[in-house]
């Protein structure tokens, strides 16, 4: 994801040392105004100075069986369909907007080899924390054995020159302005808004990721929104849309 605010984002270390994250500045006692990172007890969470004292933060729990609950629809449902996956199927899917990680766990949980990626350090923090405490719990969840990598790195960057390895599958989330509607976004997206803002680059990073993607390009959007360029073929949910964009000349198979 990109960001078009300052990426330093103050970091409280509650009780033990917290590791040195990059973009990331470490504070004794929590500002007076803004974001900040909580090192609490239940795991990293994202807090906003003016709504301490009632909130419980953003804090990333891949336990919580959300990502069983998304599972529900198996490979029937749109990401599913959108990425091509058959009942055998075990595609590597380069992840580049990796954000909270939803979309990388339910695919790895689909038997996908997912790489993943995040640039905001703020997410990226949240993230790496969510995954680590997943390691160590007494049962982890038999899909991080498929989650084979996690990066702070920005995708462009990445894919510029050439990786070491070509992905069958590259997706991307990008984080656009909110949508107008009735309902009010959920706190999670809300903040994540607020505190990043909106990825301005995503049409190149498509550019990019058609040349690099064996397979397709999937670029996810809300249902209503303008493409970033003319699919190939669309998969529509209730809310989200999954723009398909296939390789030239895909490998058979």
């Not at 790895?108 to 990226?124: N, S």
């Amino acid at each position: 994801m990109n960001t078009d605010r300052p990426a330093a984002i103050p970091l409280l270390a509650a009780g033990a040392v917290t590791a040195a994250l990059p973009g990331i500045e470490p504070i004794e006692r929590p500002p007076a105004t803004g974001f900040y990172l909580d090192a609490r007890p239940q795991g990293l969470t994202l807090q906003h100075a003016e709504t301490v004292d009632r909130d419980s933060g953003l804090c990333i729990d891949l336990l919580d069986g959300s990502i069983e609950r998304r599972l529900a629809g198996g490979r029937k449902s749109p990401l599913a369909r959108a990425l091509g996956l058959k009942r055998r199927s075990r595609p590597t899917v380069l992840d580049t907007t990796c954000g909270l990680g939803r979309d990388s766990a339910t695919l790895a949980a689909l038997g996908c080899d997912v790489h993943a990626l995040e640039r905001h350090p703020v997410l990226f923090a949240l993230l790496d924390d969510a995954l680590m405490r997943a390691r160590r719990a007494d049962t982890p969840p038999a899909w991080l054995t498929h989650w084979q990598a996690f990066e702070h790195a920005d995708a462009h960057a990445w894919l510029t020159p050439p990786p070491p390895r070509r992905f069958d599958i590259i997706y991307i989330d990008p984080m656009f302005a909110a949508a107008r509607r009735k309902a009010r976004p959920q706190k999670a997206l809300a903040w994540l808004n607020e505190l990043i803002g909106t990825d301005h680059d995503a049409d190149a990073l498509l550019a990019l990721a058609r040349g690099h993607a064996l397979r397709q390009t999937v670029v996810k959007q809300h249902a209503r929104s303008q493409p970033l360029a003319a699919p190939d073929r669309q998969v529509h949910g209730k809310a989200v849309r999954f723009d398909i964009y296939l390789a030239a000349s895909p490998p058979a198979g």
